[in-house]
């Protein structure tokens, strides 16, 4: 079992910034795959950002040049730096790990962004 703590998220003001971060903890051997997935009201979960294992990295187009994922495999951590925040950010966003023919979810931090 793995289990995931995030924290981050809350309110912020368009164009401003914010930072997610997840920690995995538990059997994490073989974890290959961590990553943001964000969920809005009324609309399907989607892929935000992951990357794998060796630093490669996958956007979404919509946050390509604003939002950057990063991996610290030593302490089996995952962060999310959003900039340039859009209202359309506005969601709740979980932590997915993965392994060959499993997957994780954390229980989601909502992010706003309203002026």
């Known amino acids: 079992q793995v289990r995931l703590a995030e924290s981050g998220g809350g309110l912020a003001q368009p164009g401003g910034s914010l930072r997610l971060s997840c920690t995995a903890s538990?059997?994490?051997?073989?974890?290959?795959?961590m990553g943001w997935y964000r969920q809005a009201p009324g609309k399907e979960r989607e892929l935000v950002a992951h990357?794998?294992?060796?630093?490669?990295?996958n956007y979404a187009d919509s946050v390509k040049g604003r939002f950057t994922i990063s991996r610290d495999n030593a302490k089996n951590t995952v962060s999310l730096q959003m900039n340039s925040l859009k209202p359309e950010d506005t969601a709740v966003y979980y932590c997915?790990?993965?392994?060959?023919?499993?997957?994780?979810w954390g229980q989601g931090t909502q992010v706003t962004v309203s002026s």
């Open positions: 997915n790990v993965a392994r060959p023919g499993l997957q994780y």
């Open positions: 538990g059997f994490i051997a073989n974890i290959n795959v």
């Open positions: 990357i794998y294992s060796s630093g490669s990295t």
